[in-house]
Each structure stands twice: as structure tokens, then as C-alpha cells.
């Protein structure tokens, strides 16, 4: 029969064995992860779970009964996509068809590292190892005011830690929203009783405290860095697979890579979008649930339709439930529905008078109108899409 071989255990990698499954696919199905625990859900890491509000995030699922076999705690060194095999330290492991879903590694804050008290949050064992800092409430200094950054400053703040964010740019999620839209965002900070401080940069981070290049001395018990992440993909280096500009495996509208017979998903790859004209690399969840159906049907042979989802994700912060559907451009016109001095907004983007985006606060019907507005780049009246109070339609 034949032999799905899938590097990665996150959401990625075990929806693409259930999705195998759920098709009828009756050959081996192996999924490989480094981490020991049995697969998990990240978001909870810096929500739920970090607050010791749930034990852990681990995903509902019967893979025995499934017939996915599971091989944790091992790590994937290398794949010869010519021999079909991968390198891993308990040795090599043969496919005729490989997924690639490694998914995403944080950054690394230079000059950090093994410095006590510093830690990053992208794995459970991150998280247990925040849970006592936040019991204890410690003073945390967080550096970076990106998702992970206001998830965390969320957390510790409900635990009742100090919490000062330090951020490069001049305002939260400078990588993802526009000025206009992030900057009133900088008062939720503040509201919760977290000190955001822009434009600061780290000199050098010691036990027990942060030094900025002005001077500046923050104490600090515990060192949270979210200053992004990049695809987990090091251990592909020489093996012919095509790397894109942030290292990501660059895939066609299939998700098929530039290697025969292999595939790759989440957050570790990047696809063309027919909608947006341009090659998107989604680091969110939904991305993680919703590709893998393509490619299980690929390895079934469905010949599925062009991968070309809507982007959606949301996050947790401040007492506020933030979404985002789409992807928008510099240039795409920005039209506000609402003020962001009250606890619930919106903003749309409109590209030639269609939406292409939308960011909700507090809003989730506007989200949820949005998407199917979205994905049939239906035309909107600006002056319509303005007024909060009349629903998102077609103009
Ligand atoms: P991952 O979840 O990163 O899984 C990849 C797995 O592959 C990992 O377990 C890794 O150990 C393993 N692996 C890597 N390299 C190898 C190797 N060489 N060999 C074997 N195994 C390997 N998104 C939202 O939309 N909303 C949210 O609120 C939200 N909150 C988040 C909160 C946190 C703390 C984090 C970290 C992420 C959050 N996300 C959120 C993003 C979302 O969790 C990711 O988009 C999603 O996890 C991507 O899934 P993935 O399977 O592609 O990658």
C-alpha cells in the first residue's frame, strides 16, 4: 500500500492524517514530531493554559482508532526527496508521498540566550514554564507588542504581575495593521495597567533585568521575547526543496513543493493566492485546519480546486476579542465603521470598491458577514460600510 510519511504533529500535520483518513485513504499514514506530548492546540498556550485555567490543550482525537500511527519525540534531520527517505536520529524512514508541516519557530532575542529567566512561548513546555512566574507575579518585562506579546501582557496582568512592554516600533502590531488602526491600541495597554514603551529597543538583557539603548534599567524576574516567528524549515537546507524569502517551503496552489511527492502546510509554507495576487505565508490556525484538506485530497487523487482561502484569525486581548479576515495593502482604500475610543470597532479595506479585508474589535458579526463578502469580492458602498449600525452588505 502506499505510505504517507507527515513531519510535524501540530494542528497542520494531524489534520492532514485525519483528513486522510476522512477521504478514505486505506495506505499508512505516519506522523512525526519532535515534541514528546501527544499533539496539541497552541492558542490556549497563551490564554487558558497559561493562566492554569485548563491543564493542557491536547487534541480530542483517537488516532489508534484511526489508524495513525504516532511517532513523538522524534526529530526529522533531513529528507533525499530522490530516495523517497528522511534522516531522523532514530534512523531513516521511506515515503511515497511526504508532508512537510513543521510549522513555525519563534525568534530568538540576540544576545539572550541562556540568559535565566528568559523564555519564549510557542511550545507547552514554554508555557508550563510561565505558569509559575505568572503565580507567583513576578515583574515581566515583555519584549515585543506583536499577538503573542498582548496575549501574554493579558495573562500576566490578570495574574497581577508588573508588566512593562518594550516595542521597537511606535505602536503595537506595527508588522500587521496600519498606524491609523494600531495606534489606538496603545491605550489597552495602558487600561490594563501594562507601561507600553515605543520606540525602545534592548540593549542587553542580565539576570533580573532589561537595559534599553537610552539607558534605561526595567526590572525583571522573567523575560517573555515575541518578537515573531519564522518557518521551521533549517533541517531541509540542501535538500533541493525551494526555500522562499522567509525560508518558508514554497508550494503551488496545490500545496505541492518543487520536490515530487511532497507537500507542505501551515505554518512552515507560503502558496500563491489567485485572490490576492500575491504569495501569502499565514502564520494563524485557520490556515493550519483548513489546508490540509487540499492536500489530503491531492494524496487521495481529488484533484481539489486551487488552495485560496480568506485568511482568518483572531486573538484574545485586554478583555477584547480582536478578528482579522483577508489580507490588505498599503494601497488598499481604509474605511472605519465606528470609533476606536469605544470597546467595539471596525475597519474595512476596500480594493476597487470590493472588500478584501477586515479587522473586527468586539464585533464578530461584522467578522462573520465580512467573510462571505470577502471571498465573493462583493462591491461595497463606502458610505454604507461607515455607519455601524446598518449591517455589512452588498452595496
Ligand atoms: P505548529 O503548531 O508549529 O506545529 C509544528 C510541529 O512540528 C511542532 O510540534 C514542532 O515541534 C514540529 N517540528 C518542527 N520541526 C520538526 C522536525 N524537524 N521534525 C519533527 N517535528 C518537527 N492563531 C490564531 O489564529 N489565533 C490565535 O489566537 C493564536 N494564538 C496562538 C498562541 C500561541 C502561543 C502560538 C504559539 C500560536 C498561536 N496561533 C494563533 C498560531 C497557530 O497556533 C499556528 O498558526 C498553528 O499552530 C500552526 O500549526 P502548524 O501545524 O503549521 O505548526
Redesign the pocket.
Known amino acids: 500500500g502506499q505510505r504517507v510519511v507527515i513531519?510535524?504533529?501540530?494542528?497542520?500535520?494531524?489534520q492532514t492524517a485525519v483528513a486522510l483518513r476522512e477521504r478514505g485513504f486505506t495506505g499508512t499514514v505516519t506522523v512525526?514530531?519532535?515534541?514528546p506530548h501527544q499533539?496539541y492546540?497552541?492558542?490556549p498556550?497563551?490564554?487558558a493554559v497559561l493562566l492554569g485555567n485548563a491543564e493542557g490543550s491536547a487534541f480530542d482525537i483517537d488516532f489508534e482508532a484511526l489508524g495513525i500511527e504516532l511517532r513523538l519525540g522524534?526529530?526529522?534531520?533531513g529528507v533525499r526527496p530522490a530516495d523517497h527517505e528522511l534522516d531522523?536520529a532514530a534512523g531513516p524512514v521511506g515515503y511515497d508521498s511526504l508532508v512537510l508541516?513543521?510549522?513555525?519557530?519563534?525568534m530568538r532575542l540576540p544576545g539572550s540566550d541562556g540568559v535565566p529567566g528568559v523564555h519564549l512561548?510557542?511550545?507547552l513546555d514554554d508555557?508550563e514554564r510561565l505558569r509559575p512566574v505568572l503565580a507567583e507575579r513576578h515583574d515581566v518585562v515583555v519584549v515585543g507588542a506583536g499577538?503573542?506579546g498582548a496575549?501574554f501582557a493579558t495573562a500576566a496582568r490578570d495574574a497581577g504581575c508588573a508588566v512593562t512592554v518594550v516595542e521597537a516600533s511606535g505602536r503595537p502590531l506595527a508588522g500587521a495593521l496600519p498606524a491609523e488602526v494600531a495606534a489606538p491600541m496603545a491605550a489597552w495597554y495602558a487600561e490594563a495597567g501594562a507601561e507600553l514603551r515605543t520606540h525602545a529597543r534592548v540593549a542587553r538583557v542580565e539576570p533580573g533585568a532589561v537595559f534599553l539603548d537610552d539607558g534605561s534599567r526595567l526590572p525583571a524576574d522573567a523575560v517573555v521575547v515575541g518578537i515573531g516567528?519564522r518557518p521551521?524549515t533549517a533541517?531541509l537546507a540542501g535538500s533541493g526543496i525551494e526555500l522562499g524569502v522567509h525560508r518558508e517551503v514554497v508550494t503551488d496552489d496545490r500545496l505541492r513543493t518543487s520536490a515530487p511527492d511532497v507537500y507542505a502546510?501551515?505554518?512552515?509554507a507560503s502558496f500563491p493566492s489567485g485572490r490576492y495576487g500575491e504569495r501569502l505565508l499565514?502564520?494563524?490556525?485557520?490556515?493550519?485546519v483548513q489546508g490540509p484538506r487540499t492536500v489530503a485530497a491531492a494524496l487521495v487523487g481529488e484533484a481539489p480546486e486551487a488552495y485560496d482561502p480568506v485568511p482568518?484569525?483572531?486573538?484574545?486581548q485586554f478583555g477584547r476579542f480582536v478578528q482579522y479576515a483577508g489580507h490588505h495593502a498599503a494601497a488598499d482604500e481604509l474605511v472605519w465603521r465606528g470609533d476606536p475610543a469605544t470597546p467595539s470597532w471596525t475597519v474595512c479595506w476596500l480594493r476597487d470598491g470590493a472588500l478584501v479585508a477586515v479587522l473586527a474589535v468586539g464585533r464578530p458579526r461584522d467578522l462573520a458577514q465580512s467573510r462571505k463578502l470577502i471571498d465573493a469580492a462583493t462591491p461595497m458602498d463606502p458610505a454604507l460600510v461607515t455607519d455601524p449600525a446598518v449591517p455589512l452588505k452588498k452595496a
Open positions: 513531519v510535524g504533529a501540530g494542528m497542520a500535520g494531524v512525526l514530531g519532535a515534541e499533539p492546540d497552541r492558542p498556550l497563551s490564554k522524534v526529530e526529522v534531520t531522523t508541516a513543521t510549522g513555525a519557530e519563534p512561548l510557542r511550545t508555557a499577538w503573542i496575549e516567528a521551521a533541517w502546510v501551515g505554518d512552515c499565514v502564520h494563524h490556525w485557520d490556515n493550519a482568518y484569525f483572531w486573538s484574545e
